[in-house]
């Protein structure tokens, strides 16, 4: 019979309780699951543990490590892990793993297309003019035979391209990677470029979509050269990582009319502050990092991270086992 691990869930700070009773349905039925409380001494938790549930990939600092003596295994609940002490964690033989692209892709693209309908339907405005008693303003711009252009061609962009293809769109895409022919007509896509044709393709779009990871090489992938390279009616929308654009010069073409908006979940600093231009730009239409917050992502997320405890009690390698940033 499979061994029963002593697991600890770290929920992170302000998180929907949805996710907590994902991951307790999910796991509790096999394991003995603990949740951390913050309000008590840390060391006595984290004692006997011999795997972590960590919500967002925040929580690996070395005073966990260092109380957790028996800890074998820890489970990122996110795809990023930009915020994870590798270099200290590779003292301990710890196994770790995180949740990769397909668990997030639907809900990501979902909330790609709301942010390109806010900002081409100039929501703010709309508001703004229904509060002031004045109807049928502004003109908003549709969606259809727009060429939408997916900066890395992962699980996100995939589900973003089939969805934008129902709208009209036509899709390009690049990535580090080649893509056969039947995966890019499978989602929709015209064409997918290697990455090194990025420069040439950003005068082509209507829209732009980031759908990387963080890594000095990514970081401002989207800079200045490059933004000053978009046509003027064209927005950018950002479900990934904030650090992927160079953020001022997003702020100042969109002041600039240089571009016509920008719709983004993520920013360069998390929050940004109140007067932060970020969000006091008109034009630029801003969520609070949520297009991966649904019941859906979840749901997969808890279950996926239950299949790895089920594989490391029963002597297994656990599923999208990570050392450094992986690939989506």
């Known amino acids: 019979m499979a061994e029963r691990l002593t697991v600890i869930y770290l929920p992170g700070r302000g998180a929907d309780p949805q996710w907590q009773a994902e991951v307790v349905a999910a796991v509790a039925p096999n394991h003995d699951l603990r949740i951390y409380d913050e309000s008590l001494p840390l060391a006595p938790q984290f004692a006997d543990v011999d795997a972590v549930l960590d919500l967002g990939g925040s929580w690996g600092r070395p005073e966990q490590l260092d109380a957790a003596p028996k800890v074998r295994f820890w489970q990122i609940l996110g795809t990023g892990i930009e915020h994870f002490d590798f270099d200290y964690w590779s003292t301990r033989p710890v196994l770790i793993s995180n949740c990769p692209g397909p668990m997030s892709a639907i809900a990501l693209a979902e ?11 100039h929501y703010p405005i709309q508001q703004a003019n229904l509060a002031g008693g004045i109807m049928y303003k502004p003109t908003g711009t549709e969606l259809d035979e727009q060429t939408l252009l997916c900066i890395g061609f992962g699980a996100s962009a995939r589900e973003l391209s089939r969805r934008a293809r129902g709208f009209g769109m036509r899709v390009l895409a690049t990535d580090i990677v080649e893509v056969d022919d039947a995966t890019r007509e499978l ?39 490059r933004i000053s390279r978009m046509r003027s009616n064209a927005i950018i929308v950002n479900v990934a990582r904030g650090a992927l654009v160079d953020e001022a010069a997003m702020i100042a073409a969109v002041r600039e009319g240089r571009i016509a908006g920008a719709g983004t979940d993520v920013a360069t600093e998390e929050p940004p502050s109140p007067d932060s231009p970020l969000l006091n730009t008109p034009g630029i239409i801003v969520t609070p990092h949520t297009a991966g917050v649904t019941d859906g992502t979840a749901r997969r997320r808890a279950a996926g991270a239950a299949e790895n405890l089920d594989r490391i009690a029963a002597g297994l390698e656990p599923l999208h086992r990570v050392d450094r940033l992986p690939r989506t």
């Not at 990871?213 to 200045?224: C, D, F």
Request: proline share 4%; no cysteine; aromatic share 4%.
């Open 111 to 121: 909330h790609a297309m709301l942010l390109m309908m806010l900002v081409r339907r």
């Open 187 to 225: 989602w929709g896509a015209e064409a997918v470029y290697p990455a090194e044709r990025l420069d040439d393709l950003i005068g082509e779009a209507d829209v732009i979509s980031l759908h990387l990871h963080v890594t000095p090489e990514t970081r401002h992938t989207l800079n200045a050269e």
